[in-house]
């Protein structure tokens, strides 16, 4: 059982860079593929970036709409993982969620075994 923990979200301007962090508070993600999803008031939970673990290459993968803005990276030494997010728009505003997978290898849908509880970014305008 992986228990993941966000942080670092807050409210920043249009153009504001933002980095969200992923610690487990139990267990260890190091075997897993970490991803991050977000889910925007009356919308549906969307996939937002992922990093599959390094010996199994460590693809990553990003949504088109943050792809050039947004890099997702892993610290297998501090079992952390990082949303950088640069140039932040009014559209990234939303709760971001930490997940990891098993079976997540670079291709396909990133499905999540476990799921954080959530971080609010709000960009103002």
């Known amino acids: 059982q992986v228990q993941l923990v966000e942080s670092g979200g807050r409210l920043v301007q249009a153009g504001d860079s933002l980095r969200l962090s992923c610690a487990p508070s139990?267990?260890?993600?190091?075997?897993?593929?970490m991803g991050w999803f977000r889910q925007a008031p009356g919308k549906e939970r969307e996939f937002v970036a992922a990093?599959?673990?390094?010996?199994?290459?460590?693809?990553?993968s990003y949504a088109d709409s943050v792809k050039g803005r947004f890099t997702i990276s892993r610290d297998n030494a501090k079992n952390t993982v990082y949303l950088q997010m640069n140039s932040l728009k009014a559209e990234d505003t939303a709760v971001y969620y930490c997940?990891?997978?098993?079976?997540?290898?670079?291709?396909?849908?990133?499905?999540?075994?476990?799921w954080g509880q959530g971080t609010q970014v709000t960009v103002s305008s």
């Open positions: 139990g267990g260890n993600t190091r075997m897993y593929a």
């Open positions: 990093a599959a673990i390094p010996w199994r290459g460590g693809f990553t």
């Open positions: 997940a990891a997978d098993l079976n997540w290898a670079g291709r396909g849908p990133f499905k999540g075994d476990y």
